[in-house]
Structures are given as structure tokens and as C-alpha cells.
């Protein structure tokens, strides 16, 4: 069953009716209207999703961002645009909006899918940390590729970092004087892609009111980076492939050729030979783009990374309280962790930690990891003593802490049942799991004293 996500609606123009909120519903989104900025700015921590309506010009977004900066939220903003006013809908996108759709849109397939992609986007270090002999490895036949003019595809799972990679490609290579420009193929309908793509000129449709250049076009003596390739439409594949052939685009509404000087990099999570046999992705197209093909591992293959990525987070969404530490029992949990969500996930970990630490070092009692990967993780996990421990309140982690100190303090007290469980599993006595923990073993038993008030046993504890 699909989670219900939270979202922020402000609509100038028209009221949202009940059949709309019921397929907002249906689609995971509960619909919360707001009517000023003010309302919105009260609620922006509380939710994970704002839509807003575009009427003539992107000023409402510029407000709501606005507001998010100064309350230091970083939301994904949803802008509905009239159907038709494609420079309304590709102004949007330039201006920051996170998805753009047609404001009597309201199919499940589209909202389901802003649904599904509607957690807050986490600010990403823009250090690189290349520790393990897996990244390093990477790292030196990346630079070796960004030597050479060859397109490039780069996979791997959601949050590996492919845009880290992408842009090393480009800073790496003879063109890093020129601009890097990114380009998420999923992120937008099929009519804007086009345009977001290629440009147009001034008339070729209703609302084209001024020249537009297109990503091939921005990214001139640079690096054009394609994320999502794989979500791209069949039609537009068809195009893009004569493109990277003729190297040579032509803008909406436009008679001339212009020639295009660009570095493709391209990437993908999906299994695009797969996509092939579905007819979704053109098998042309495929090997046009995979001249050179980089494999990104994800997190767990490259456990060396852990520590420090860790550490870069903290101190790059921490600052005011240096230097950070980790103790050892926080770092036991997060070297065993396994990780699918990858480095995303490790950051809104990380962040969560600095919520609930009042202090500059980091401890189990302060780690709190996705549901997803609870259920998902490797059978070697810590349990979710969330649910082992029945009369603790159950923390959605991937939700702000609205609630207030209450939820702070339940949050604290199900990470340390967990830690605990985990160090009694992985030692061989409670002397030693103790010492694990940094606790005195007569604290650790007084805290399993507490297990047992809540129906937990210390056989289920100490299980493997």
C-alpha cells in the first residue's frame, strides 16, 4: 500500500473539490489547502510535498522557495500551469520547480508518480569522498574516461551519487571551462521535454513570447548531463538519437540547424536492455549513448566510504557545532547497515542525528533509519524495536518532527532499544556489549530491566 504523503496546496485561481482530493487520495497525496503564504510558511516543516498554481509569471514559486530557504526546508515544489502556456511551464522549470503539470490534470499515473518521488530532496555535500578501493577504482577510470570525447553512460542505483560522477566527468575533462547543465528526463511531461531539450523560437506556439534556448544549446563548449535517461519518451528517443548523430538540433518553430558542441553524459537506474526488449528504449539510442559505460556500486559495496560520508555530512549540514564525533556504537550500527537507499539515504540519516543530538557527538540513541530499509535491509539489521517494543509510539523517520519534544524523546528512546538489541546480538556477552554500547554494564541492565516492563525479552534480544 502506497504511504500518504503530506502536501501543501495553494491554488489563487480555484478551490480544490472533493473529487480532486479523492484522486489526490488515491494517488498517496492528502491535501493540505492553504490560502496565504503565511498559512503556507506555518506548515512548511510539517509536510513533504508543495503545489502550487502558476497563473501568469513564476513570482508565487520564487515566493514559496523564498520561504523554504529562510526556514531552511528543502521541499520539492509541484507547479500546475494552465494547459498550453509552455513558457509559463518551462519557466517554472528553470526557476526551480521540482515537476510542472497541467492544471486539470488529475490522473493517478501522474500523481502517484510525484507521490512516490515526494520526500524532501536533501541537499548533497559537493565534497567528494572516494575512500574505499571500489571508489577509487572508479574514480581513476572515470578521470581516464573524462580525458577522452566519448559519450558516456553511467548506472547504478537511486542516490550512488551519478551526478557526483558526472560532474567529475566534467571537471575532469579538456571542457570544464564550459558550463555543466543537467537535465532530468523524468521530471517533466512529455511536451516540455522537448522544448526543455531543443528550444524554440519566438511564436512557434501559443505563449512562445520570446526565444528559448534548450539544454544542448546552454550547455555549448560544455557537458550535458541526461539523468533518468531511461524515462525519456519512445518519440523523443528518436530525435535525441538523430541528434547525437547529425550533432546538430533544431529549436521549435525553427527553419535553420543549429550545430550543437556538446559532451552527452547520460544516466540511468533502470535496466535499459531490458527497456529494450519492452520496445521502451530504442536499441540504437542504447549503444549511441554507452560509448563508455561506469558502473556506480552502491553504498554497501563500498563500506570504506561509510565513515567518512558520514562525517562530511555532518559537517556540511552541522556547522556551528565542530568538531562532530561518532561514537563507536553509532558507528557499529551504521557500518552495518545495509544501506539501499545508498548515499541519500546515509544523509537524511545523518540529518536526523543532528535533530536529536544536543550535543557535537553523534550516538546510537540518535541514528534512525528509513522504514524501507528496516524491512529490506540484511537479515544481520538491527530490528525495528519500534514495533518489538509495543507501547513505544511508532516514528515515521522520513517525516519532520512536527510534534514537538514529545516525538523527540520517542524517537530517541526506540534508536537506543535498537542499539541495544543490536550490541547484545553481536557480542558474546553483556559485559561486552556494554562496553559496545559506552555504558557501564549495570546501566545496561537497568535499560533491559525496561525492555522487559514493555514485554521484550532478553531471549529475543540476544537471538541471531
Not at 504511504?3 to 491535501?31: F, H, T, Y
Not at 526546508?73 to 511551464?89: I, K, M, Q, S, T
Not at 557499529?332 to 539501499?340: F, R
Request: proline fraction near 5%; hydrophobic fraction near 45%.
Amino acid at each position: 500500500m502506497t504511504a500518504v504523503r503530506d502536501v501543501l496546496w495553494l491554488d489563487p485561481v480555484e478551490k480544490i473539490d472533493a473529487s480532486a482530493r479523492a484522486q489526490m487520495r488515491v494517488a498517496g497525496l492528502n491535501v493540505v489547502v492553504v490560502n496565504t503564504l503565511e498559512e503556507l510558511n506555518t506548515m512548511l516543516g510539517r509536510v513533504d510535498l508543495v503545489v502550487v498554481r502558476l497563473v501568469d509569471d513564476t513570482s508565487l514559486l520564487a515566493e514559496v522557495r523564498g520561504l523554504a530557504g529562510e526556514s531552511m526546508v528543502d521541499l520539492p515544489v509541484v507547479c500546475r500551469v494552465g494547459r498550453g502556456n509552455l513558457e509559463l511551464a518551462v519557466a517554472a522549470m528553470r526557476d526551480g520547480a521540482k515537476h510542472v503539470v497541467a492544471a486539470d490534470d488529475w490522473s493517478a499515473a501522474v500523481w502517484e508518480k510525484l507521490a512516490s518521488k515526494a520526500a524532501p530532496s536533501k541537499p548533497e555535500p559537493q565534497t567528494y569522498v572516494f575512500a574505499d578501493p571500489a571508489s577509487q577504482k572508479l574514480l581513476i577510470l572515470a578521470q581516464r574516461v573524462a580525458q577522452a570525447e566519448v559519450t558516456t553512460l553511467l548506472t547504478g542505483p537511486t542516490g550512488a551519487g551519478k551526478e557526483v560522477i558526472a560532474r567529475i566527468l566534467h571537471e575532469a575533462s579538456p571542457r570544464r571551462a564550459g558550463p555543466f547543465v543537467g537535465l532530468n528526463c523524468a521530471a517533466m511531461p512529455e511536451s516540455m521535454i522537448e522544448d526543455m531539450l531543443f528550444g524554440h523560437e519566438k511564436g512557434a506556439f501559443t505563449g512562445a513570447l520570446k526565444d528559448y534556448s534548450g539544454v544542448f544549446e546552454q550547455a555549448k563548449g560544455g557537458t550535458l548531463f541526461l539523468d533518468e535517461i531511461g524515462e525519456m519518451p519512445i518519440r523523443l528517443q528518436a530525435k535525441l538519437l538523430r541528434v547525437l548523430q547529425e550533432r546538430q538540433i533544431t529549436r521549435l518553430g525553427a527553419q535553420a540547424p543549429l550545430n550543437v558542441d556538446v559532451r552527452l553524459v547520460a544516466a540511468t537506474n533502470c535496466d535499459l536492455k531490458a527497456a529494450i526488449e519492452s520496445r521502451d528504449f530504442r536499441e540504437d539510442l542504447y549503444f549511441r549513448i554507452s560509448t563508455f559505460r561506469l558502473r556506480l556500486p552502491c553504498l554497501a559495496e563500498r563500506p570504506l566510504d561509510i565513515m567518512p560520508l558520514a562525517h562530511l555530512m555532518l559537517d556540511t549540514h552541522g556547522a556551528g557545532r565542530r568538531p562532530w564525533q561518532i561514537a563507536p556504537d553509532a558507528e557499529a550500527l551504521l557500518l552495518a547497515h545495509a544501506w539501499p537507499g545508498n548515499v541519500r539515504e546515509l544523509s537524511n540519516v545523518m540529518q536526523r542525528a543532528l535533530v536529536l543530538s544536543n550535543t557535537s557527538l553523534i550516538t546510537a540513541t540518535h541514528l534512525i533509519f528509513d522504514e524501507f530499509s528496516v524491512s529490506e535491509g540484511r537479515a544481520a539489521e538491527p530490528v525495528n524495536v519500534a514495533v518489538a517494543v509495543t507501547s513505544a509510539p511508532a516514528v515515521n523517520a522520513g517525516a519532520p518532527f512536527a510534534g514537538g519534544r514529545a516525538d523527540l524523546d520517542s524517537a530517541v528512546r526506540v534508536s537506543e532499544h535498537r542499539a541495544i538489541v543490536s550490541a547484545l546480538r553481536a557480542s558474546p556477552s553483556r559485559n561486552e556489549a556494554a562496553r559496545v554500547l559506552g555504558i557501564s554494564p549495570r546501566t545496561l541492565r537497568y535499560k533491559l530491566a525496561q525492555l522487559k516492563g514493555h514485554g521484550f525479552t532478553l531471549a529475543m534480544a540476544e537471538a541471531g
